[in-house]
């Protein structure tokens, strides 16, 4: 589209200049326009003479066969990534593999091939000035259609200035070999360009007059291969990865085992109805809304630490920017010597770990977020503030804002007792506890002191819930009759209560989603963008 666009600017120039002139000096001009424009579509198109007849350098480009493809050898051949591209590498000859971004060409003689990577791109030249390229060398790339794969092998050089099209401004290769591996369609239902566009850069265009594509939420789902492609993107799941790797690492270094519990089970894991209900071999069953129960089971049985990272169902009709019917979940339970304030340290600890790790390591990601979707880093405290739910409901009384100290927190209530919060306290990450019991789930412990009120908190990252969290019940005949009082079928979890009258230590436990995560850390205005296939109630493809 760039090079389209730049072709286009001087005709507009001409069109502007012939105002002036009389009208057979403008046909004149306009003739001339044509002859050039025919002369540009000839030097893609058209055979020349010189073209005409065997290539001596048709080694050096073309399609690779089938055969070639089909793991017939190794070459021994060394590939350098596009993102590892630098100007130290000057007259090295590298070997690349990437996706064509797009193709400029300049004449019969010259091309510029932008070449992307994993959200990386480097420019590439052709030029038969080079011993090594031909102008049919030069059609043949100019022929390729837009995010077919290549290979390339060239030479690294430092241009004088720097190119503004290519995320690797400093270097370019001037190519010697270039083969095309797999083809494209030669028409693509969204256009990456288009998909990595920011809101900023498509407003900008709207103020000067100009029309810029905005492809919107659902065509990008449609068609989410092309737009998990964009940098934006590639730096969203990458993230993503570190924040479960970092959740890993850490729990482990504190003692932590990985465990895998059933996602089939015969009845509700949190109460409610909000369930994906199937035939299981004749019975009744459901799929996991949590790993509560089976996690629980687990610190019965002497594991003391335990953690899992797997997929939740929760059959809502949430049509919301934050909810989704399949997510990941990074869930935790633990024995509580004392208080469950050592559960609230460990979400602590390893969040502003987490968010520490990602700050330094991931910049390169974050900063391709961040020209695609603008945010300002989350503001966290080396301690994290914990305020009670009575608390927080006195701020929002101060701010003339009246919530139920009995009840739970809307979402608007949510965003601006995060306001008040940040606004206090300097912090976009909080944790807020002693919930009231009637809006906890049923396996949640009561506090000593007011049984209105629970060991249970949430927390929070830019005004919206992340975590939920609390001590358990692990007292049998207690556990029953807080499931009852809950509208919970006693004898459809009766293997879950009956793990408690074997001997179970005092434990508590929270868990997080991690699309949510990713979303809020990096300010997303919807969690759409931080699952790769999303799963909603209106979407199960692709």
């Not at 030069?138 to 259609?145: E, N, P």
């Not at 919107?216 to 993230?239: H, S, V």
Request: with cysteine; glycine share 8%; proline share 5%.
């Amino acid at each position: 589209m760039a090079s389209e666009e730049s072709e286009i600017t001087p005709m507009n120039e001409s069109q502007e200049e012939g105002k002036k002139l009389s009208k057979k000096e403008a046909a004149k001009l306009e003739r001339q326009r044509r002859r050039q424009e025919a002369a540009a579509v000839a030097s893609i198109s058209a055979v020349s003479v010189v073209e005409e007849g065997p290539d001596p350098l048709s080694g050096n480009y073309g399609d690779v066969a089938l055969k070639d493809l089909q793991s017939k050898a190794v070459s021994g051949r060394k590939w350098t990534e596009v993102g590892s591209l630098s100007p130290e590498m000057r007259e090295q000859v590298v070997l690349i593999r990437g996706r064509v971004q797009t193709i400029r060409p300049v004449g019969k003689k010259i091309a510029f091939v932008v070449v992307r990577e994993r959200g990386f791109t480097v420019q590439c030249v052709l030029t038969v000035k080079h011993e090594l390229v031909s102008a049919q060398m030069v059609k043949f790339a100019t022929s390729l259609s837009k995010e077919s794969i290549l290979d390339v092998e060239g030479v690294v050089t430092v241009p004088e200035k720097p190119i503004t099209g290519a995320t690797q401004q400093q270097v370019e290769i001037q190519i010697s070999k270039l083969y095309c591996v797999n083809k494209a369609v030669p028409t693509l239902p969204i256009n990456i360009e288009d998909a990595s566009r920011s809101e900023v850069e498509i407003e900008q265009a709207l103020e000067k007059g100009e029309q810029l594509v905005r492809v919107n939420q659902d065509t990008r789902l449609n068609y989410r291969i092309l737009d998990i492609r964009t940098p934006a993107n590639q730096g969203i799941f990458r993230i993503q990865c570190q924040v479960e790797n970092i959740f890993r690492q850490f729990l482990l270094s504190e003692g932590f085992i990985g465990i895998h519990t059933p996602k089939l089970i015969g009845g509700s894991s949190e109460g409610g109805s909000a369930v994906f209900k199937l035939d299981y071999k004749g019975q009744p069953a459901c799929l996991a809304q949590s790993p509560q129960l089976h996690k629980q089971m687990a610190i019965c049985g002497d594991f003391g630490r335990v953690f899992e990272i797997g997929p939740v169902f929760r059959a809502e009709d949430s049509f919301t920017h934050r909810h989704l019917c399949e997510f990941t979940g990074l869930d935790v339970e633990m024995e509580i010597k004392e208080h469950y304030s050592e559960v609230m340290d460990i979400v602590d600890r390893l969040f502003v770990a987490m968010f520490d790790s990602l700050n330094e390591k991931c910049q390169k990601e974050l900063d391709a977020i961040g020209r695609q979707y603008p945010f300002e880093p989350l503001k966290y405290l080396r301690k994290t503030l914990r305020l009670t739910f009575q608390e927080g409901v006195q701020m929002l009384k101060e701010a003339g804002i009246e919530v139920d100290p009995f009840g739970d927190l809307n979402t608007e209530s949510e965003r601006k007792l995060g306001q008040l919060v940040a606004e206090k306290y300097g912090t976009e990450f909080y944790i807020l506890h002693k919930y009231p019991l009637a809006v906890r789930p049923f396996y949640t412990m009561p506090c000593y002191d007011n049984p209105a009120y629970s060991n249970s908190f949430d927390v929070f990252i830019r005004g919206e819930e992340i975590i939920s969290g609390a001590q358990r019940v692990h007292v049998p005949e207690f556990l029953a009759k807080r499931a009852e009082e809950c509208g919970i079928v006693v004898k459809t979890i009766s293997t879950y209560i009956d793990s408690f009258r074997y001997g179970a230590p005092p434990h508590g436990g929270f868990g997080v989603g991690l699309e949510r995560v990713v979303m809020l850390f990096c300010a997303l205005n919807n969690i759409r963008k931080t699952s790769l296939f999303p799963r909603d109630p209106q979407r199960i493809a692709p």
